[in-house]
């Protein structure tokens, strides 16, 4: 029996894992390495047996194929990777004489494929156009957390049981998603801390806190304006800091004047009381904490604010105002790149300077924050204090996918020509799902390359389909992008099976065909050293340490030495950068753009508000439902709705409903229960049917019950970023019988 030393990453927690192989080189077996930090937790559902049955699926690609028939046809030939790779570079060459590079677009994941390799290979290539999920995650807080205090905080480091004093987990589902770091909330409670739950619904760390404020969906800016209020009108804030350290603050008082706990319990559902206990709890049991949340980012736009950006800018006000930032036990920076290699070799300085762009990227125009003007200005900004700058480039000048599928669509702002697809299964993660559809599907679109582990609804749209090796068969390395305060890597188990290869072969094989010889490593472990250099330790010889980890140590309030990374050195409440580029600083709220205050008309016939960002255990995302023993478990995808709701509706659990909006209809089951407000239903995201066929125009059942294929389409409701509407829309339910 061989054991090695691994990290799981059937999903981006990153679990550390020892993964027993027989003599015959078969996995039998994966436990928790309970001697590294991240093992500490145990394993969740979706790794051990189920990450080998996973393995080994029947469904998984073994060998590259090429379309033969029809786009989503379903006819195809297998070729060899050689071929694979000959063809693809021809035609990305021809791309790039007639269009420009910039007609060439990646499409990714949410950084479980180490995304560094598709930036490499763009910025060498010359195109700005990536998108990749970061962008619907927690983009919102890095780039707000850019723009006030000049980098973006870390999501879960920081928080201490010993130290931290109240933790707000704030539009997030820990118990769910970040098993470790929920261990770490339950922990600093049992030693004192106060948890306090912001969510619509009762979750288990809902339940597992001292107050939990239950609040209508997308009204989180409306919050945070009304706890700064009390924060500032009853002078809780850390005055030192803010006078020394702070700009803004007079205009930023002056607005929360408008965002009384009156006004705002109108707004949010949240009783006054609670509020103003919430903001006095967090202001004086310090140091305090505010977790990052996905949902934030998925509100959209309404008509007189922007709903996302006035909660994300809010959060990050109010852990500055606080003085919770580089504390222990407070927040600390997502700064681990200017100790290891990772800028350089990604070779971010040829998005701004590569000789054969003209152009920036498709959305830069409408969503100016993904411009390569806004990149410039950060830089400019963080140079005095992080002389590298930073590599979560991608965060920033992501461009929106919104933009990318207009652009293959429309030709506006220019054509985009080829699509790759690589950890990403748009069809069911993006909004507006018939969109993607068409813009897959468009003649215009030369081009598209999907890779993936095995075929799902975008990637049988492709015109070639790639085997990905998975995580038992790749070695890793991990920076700070979990937000964790250590470097990790992890071994390789097994050898990849068939003809499956590391997602970094793919770039290395374009980027040698594309006039890139000489930048790629042969071997990604070589292209770890490079990256792990200034640390004088190499992948293997960290590999082989008795601990495989550094870990990066926190330094306390480096500002007094340095200042923060913005364009005047202090924490900007209101940033410079955002006026710039003429974006309003304020943190103005605004309604989501549909709403029953924004939209009454079209909430009568809508009535429920929909929320859609909840994630479960059992799955990540959309992977996973052909993995019998989790399917098992969690057969089909569920509507959470109140039992009061469901009587007015004559809906009973488990019955077969419609959920319908404004752009189309699809079906759950529901799921009857006291956790969520009547006026609110949850539905499950990101699910498809893998024993449905594959093929036009049933694509695996991405139109029955993936809740994207019903969200809406008008850029003028994306979040500054560029982000489409995911959640806190509107719907009506009635049972499947009735239609
Ligand atoms: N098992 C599992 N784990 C995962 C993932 C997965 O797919 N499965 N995905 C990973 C990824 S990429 C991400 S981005 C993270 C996300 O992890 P989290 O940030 O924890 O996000 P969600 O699970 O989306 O939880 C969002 C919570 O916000 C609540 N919510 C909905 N609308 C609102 C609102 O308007 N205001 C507030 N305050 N709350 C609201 C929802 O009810 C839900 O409980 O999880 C990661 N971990
Ligand atoms: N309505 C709604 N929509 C959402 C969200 C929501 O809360 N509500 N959440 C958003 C968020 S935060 C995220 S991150 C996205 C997730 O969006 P996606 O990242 O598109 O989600 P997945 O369904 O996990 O698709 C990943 C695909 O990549 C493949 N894959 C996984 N790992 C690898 C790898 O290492 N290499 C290769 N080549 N392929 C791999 C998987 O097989 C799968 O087909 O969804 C977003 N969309
Ligand atoms: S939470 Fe589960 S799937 Fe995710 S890394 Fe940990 S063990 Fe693997
Ligand atoms: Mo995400």
Excluded at 487 to 500: A, H, I, K, M, N
Excluded at 510 to 531: A, H, N
Excluded at 632 to 643: A, D, G, M, Q, V
Excluded at 683 to 701: C, Q, R, V
Aim: hydrophobic share 35%; aromatic share 12%; proline share 5%.
């Amino acid at each position: 029996m061989i054991i090695k030393r691994a990290i799981c990453q059937q999903c981006s927690n990153w679990c550390a894992v020892l993964v027993h192989i027989d003599e015959t080189g078969k996995v039998i077996k994966i436990k928790p390495d309970i001697s590294h930090a991240f093992g500490k937790a145990g394993l969740c559902i979706k790794s051990g047996t189920s990450s080998i049955d996973f393995h080994y699926h029947k469904n998984r690609l073994n060998f590259p194929l090429k379309r033969t028939g029809e786009r989503g046809e379903g006819k195809w030939k297998k070729i060899s990777w050689p071929q694979a790779m000959d063809e693809i570079a021809n035609k990305f060459r021809k791309i790039k004489v007639d269009f420009g590079p910039e007609a060439v677009v990646y499409i990714g994941g949410d950084h479980r494929t180490n995304d560094a390799w598709s930036h490499r290979w763009c910025n060498l290539f010359g195109t700005p156009n990536v998108f990749y999920q970061g962008k619907n995650c927690g983009s919102a807080e890095f780039v707000m957390g850019m723009a006030v205090l000049g980098y973006p905080t870390l999501n879960h480091t920081g928080m201490e049981p010993d130290v931290t004093k109240c933790i707000i987990i704030w539009g997030a589902n820990y118990s769910e998603t970040h098993h470790r770091n929920y261990k770490l909330c339950l922990n600093a409670k049992r030693r004192g801390a106060i948890l306090i739950v912001i969510d619509p619904r009762k979750t288990k760390a809902a339940e597992d806190a001292d107050i939990h404020l239950q609040i209508r969906p997308g009204t989180d800016g409306a919050l945070g304006l009304a706890m700064l209020n009390v924060i500032i009108n009853e002078n809780l804030y850390d005055k030192d800091f803010t006078e020394k350290w702070c700009s803004g603050f007079e205009e930023l008082k002056d607005y929360v004047q408008g965002f009384s706990p009156e006004k705002v319990e109108k707004i949010t559902w949240i009783s006054q009381e609670d509020i103003k206990e919430v903001a006095r709890t967090y202001a004086t049991k310090k140091p305090s904490f505010i977790t990052w949340g996905t949902a934030i980012a998925h509100f959209g736009k309404g008509e007189k604010g922007d709903s996302v950006k006035s909660a994300v800018q809010c959060k990050t006000i109010l852990r500055a105002i606080c003085g919770n930032l580089e504390v222990e036990g407070g927040h600390h920076f997502r700064d681990s790149d200017e100790k290891i290699a990772l800028i350089e070799n990604m070779h971010y300085d040829r998005i701004l300077n590569h000789p054969l762009r003209t152009r920036d990227s498709v959305g830069a125009e409408d969503f100016k924050i993904s411009s390569l003007t806004a990149y410039k200005l950060f830089l400019e900004a963080m140079r005095p204090t992080y002389p590298k700058g930073f590599s979560y480039v991608h965060f920033l000048t992501t461009t929106s996918s919104w933009s990318i599928w207009n652009a293959i669509l429309k030709r506006d702002p220019y054509p985009v020509r080829a699509v790759i697809t690589q950890g990403s299964n748009a069809l069911v993660s993006m909004g507006y799902s018939r969109k993607i559809y068409n813009a897959l599907k468009d003649k215009n679109l030369d081009i598209h390359v999907s890779m993936d582990f095995a075929m799902t609804p975008t990637s049988v749209l492709a015109d070639y389909l790639l085997p990905a090796a998975d995580w038992l068969e790749k070695p890793f390395f991990l920076g700070q992008f979990g937000g964790e305060n250590l470097y990790t890597v992890g071994e390789q188990s097994v050898e990849p099976l068939y003809d499956r290869k590391n997602d970094y072969f793919f770039w290395k094989e374009l980027g040698i065909r594309l006039g890139q010889e000489g930048y790629w490593p042969e071997t990604v472990d070589k292209m770890f050293d490079l990256i792990l250099s200034p640390l004088k330790i190499s992948f293997h010889a960290l590999l082989n340490s008795e601990e495989p980890w550094v870990v990066i140590k926190k330094e306390f309030k480096r500002y007094e030495k340095r200042g923060f990374g913005t364009l005047s050195g202090k924490v900007e409440f209101l940033p410079s950068i955002l006026h710039k580029l003429g974006y309003d600083s304020l943190p103005r709220y605004g309604e989501p753009p549909r709403s029953p205050i924004s939209t009454p008309n079209l909430a009568k016939e809508f009535p429920l508000i929909l929320i859609t960002s909840g994630r479960v255990r059992h799955y990540y995302f959309s992977m996973g439902r052909d993995i019998e023993s989790i399917r098992r478990r969690y057969p089909y995808p569920l509507l959470e709705i109140h039992p009061r709701t469901a009587l007015e509706l004559g809906v009973s659990d488990g019955d077969e409903i419609i959920i319908e909006t404004p752009e189309g209809k699809i079906t759950q089951k529901a799921k009857l229960s006291n956790r969520i407000d009547p006026r609110v239903v949850h539905a499950d995201s990101h699910w498809w049917y893998p024993e449905k066929p594959l093929k036009d125009p049933i694509l695996g059942g991405v139109w029955e019950s993936n809740i994207n294929s019903i969200t809406f389409d008008n850029p003028k409701y994306n979040s500054f970023e560029g982000d489409t509407p995911l959640s806190a829309i509107l719907c009506k339910v009635y049972k499947a019988k009735c239609k």
